[in-house]
């Protein structure tokens, strides 16, 4: 594997694109549009916040890999088992839940796509036994391709979308708070948003181990520069689409004082008719189309992120190289238990996505600052070279971020649970 500090970013786009695909999902398709819907444009220095303090540890994973050869569990390890067996703890904890919410929103799609009342479950199952068959026969040079693909579809659709909505959009909301004050379920909501805005810290690790395999796959690994380029182009993405969602819930239906559904069928329905209404009755199967692809990439690459992730915990807690534990039985196995885990967790949530989707994302909203914590500490460690690790500016902005993350998450709980 040759190491060039050149200026072939062809060779390293990739891995940034795989984070948007996970990313542009849940956190953005429900989400995002939902915030727009209920609050109008009142939520969106919320995302852009979100987003900016969750900046640093997200590109702490692509940097660490880049500048170590090493993915971030190896960071972790480096501070000590206890910094892996937390992850594996928060990994364990939220795994179900982030796959379970992530399919059940694809198969609602799906479902609104056939317009055949085929059941939610069956079409769950029928979508994670594809992803994972996609999985096998390709590899990650398979994923890749596909991400790159559907991300070009929706971004475009979505920005034309965005710019028609844009004479209907409640600007008056703004600034506004709503009626009486925020209850808690209007922070119950605001944590949800926040959690996987624009996705959950979990996927700096997975960013890491993509950083790797794309080295791996081309025979060139990046520089930390350029790894970083890769990952910016990515973020700014996610960010950009994320604007776009809530500004098309707000334009859409928070003008017509519309509530989207909680079963996946009807809520994927009124999803796509966000854009039908705004582009034309002509583009529904097109963008329902978009739709269901963006939704099946975030579905593929979070049954390969939690695997991929779960195999190299295995093998750095053995100390083995590891980026090349993926390509062993133990991805495999922690795929089988990942995709019928979810299925189970799918059972009692089928007809309540909305439920689901918020128990997931308060899962990652709490986590939140204890993962930034770890990211820190490992791209700032001497195992990195000090000419890769970052810069005072970008490390002042990590820890801002962390202390922000910190005191919503303290203070979310203390809302939720202290006596009244």
């Not at 710019?163 to 119950?188: C, E, H, K, N």
């Not at 990439?297 to 049954?303: A, L, Q």
Request: charged content about 10%.
């Amino acid at each position: 594997m040759t190491s060039a500090r050149g200026g072939d970013l062809l060779r390293v786009i990739g891995p940034g694109l795989l984070f948007a695909g996970a990313a542009v999902g849940v956190s953005h398709l429900v989400q995002s549009t939902r915030a727009g819907a209920q609050y109008g444009l009142a939520p969106l220095g919320l995302v852009l916040l979100a987003c900016a303090m969750k900046y640093p540890a997200f590109v702490f994973g692509p940097r660490y890999a880049a500048a170590t050869g090493r993915s971030l569990l190896w960071g972790y390890r480096a501070r000590g088992r206890w910094a892996v067996a937390l992850y594996a703890v928060l990994t364990l904890a939220t795994m179900f839940a982030i796959e379970a919410a992530v399919t059940l929103v694809t198969a609602g799609l799906a479902q609104a796509l056939i317009g055949v009342p085929v059941p939610v479950a069956w079409l769950a199952g029928a979508i994670l036994a594809g992803s994972i068959a996609l999985l096998v026969a390709g590899r990650y040079a398979w994923l890749d391709r596909a991400i790159k693909l559907m991300i070009a579809l929706l971004t475009v659709s979505t920005l034309v979308a965005t710019l028609l909505v844009v004479p209907r959009l409640p600007w008056r909301t703004l600034a506004s708070a709503p009626a009486g004050g925020f209850s808690v379920t209007d922070v119950a909501f605001a944590a949800a948003l926040v959690g996987w805005m624009p996705s959950a810290i979990d996927i700096a690790v997975w960013s890491s181990l993509w950083t790797l395999a794309r080295a791996r796959q081309t025979g060139y690994r990046p520089s930390v520069r350029e790894a970083t380029l890769d990952f910016d182009i990515g973020y700014a993405g996610t960010l950009a689409l994320a604007v776009c969602f809530l500004l098309l819930g707000a334009g859409v239906m928070h003008s017509a004082g519309r509530t989207f559904a909680a079963a996946p069928g009807a809520f994927a329905a009124q999803v796509v008719e966000l854009y039908a209404q705004t582009l034309g009755g002509w583009s529904r199967p097109l963008l329902g189309l978009a739709a269901f692809a963006v939704m099946l990439s975030t579905t593929v690459t979070v049954v390969d992120g939690f695997p991929r992730a779960l195999a190299a915990l295995g093998a750095v807690l053995r100390g083995r190289r590891d980026d090349e534990a993926v390509e062993g039985p133990a991805y495999w196995i922690a795929m089988a238990v990942l995709a019928v885990g979810s299925l189970l967790v799918i059972g009692p949530f089928v007809a309540r996505l909305k439920a689901l989707v918020d128990l997931a994302t308060t899962l990652s909203f709490l986590t939140a600052p204890v993962l930034s914590t770890l990211n820190h500490l490992a791209v700032t460690g001497v195992e990195v070279p000090a000419a890769d690790r970052p810069g005072q500016r970008l490390r002042r902005a990590s820890l801002a971020g962390i202390a922000l993350q910190a005191a919503f998450a303290l203070g979310y709980l203390w809302l939720r649970f202290a006596p009244a």
